[in-house]
């Protein structure tokens, strides 16, 4: 069972998406993170979860849901942070999940 962690903060850039040969698709992003001493902090989404970032763009605060993972290749070790779910913050301080199946949200309000 994997542990999920949360972090807020301010995207700082989206980085294009990548395609391996494997057919395998990953796209990341940094966030700054909002504490005395900000940290830029790189996330990536994987396959499907790519799509989270569509409704996202740079200067938007969030807050990433996301996994730690780590591997080793030849001897080296490596820390990928992988985000499972990315809330976009508004101004009010409310959060809307971003569903990567579900179309971007509209701009302006619907008519009552």
Request: with cysteine; net charge negative.
């Amino acid at each position: 069972m994997a542990n999920d962690y949360e972090m807020t903060g301010v995207v700082k850039t989206i980085l294009d998406p990548q395609t391996f040969a494997s057919g395998f698709t990953k796209r990341e992003f940094v966030l700054v993170t909002e504490e005395n001493y900000p940290q830029s902090v790189k996330f990536e989404c994987i396959k499907q979860q790519c799509a989270l970032l569509d409704a996202v763009k740079p200067e938007d605060r969030v807050r990433v849901q996301f996994r730690i993972r780590g591997s080793e290749y030849k001897e080296r070790f490596y820390v990928n942070l992988q985000a499972q779910q990315i809330e976009k913050l508004g101004a009010d301080g409310s959060s809307v999940a971003l569903d990567p199946e579900a179309p971007p949200p509209a701009d302006d309000p619907a008519p009552f």
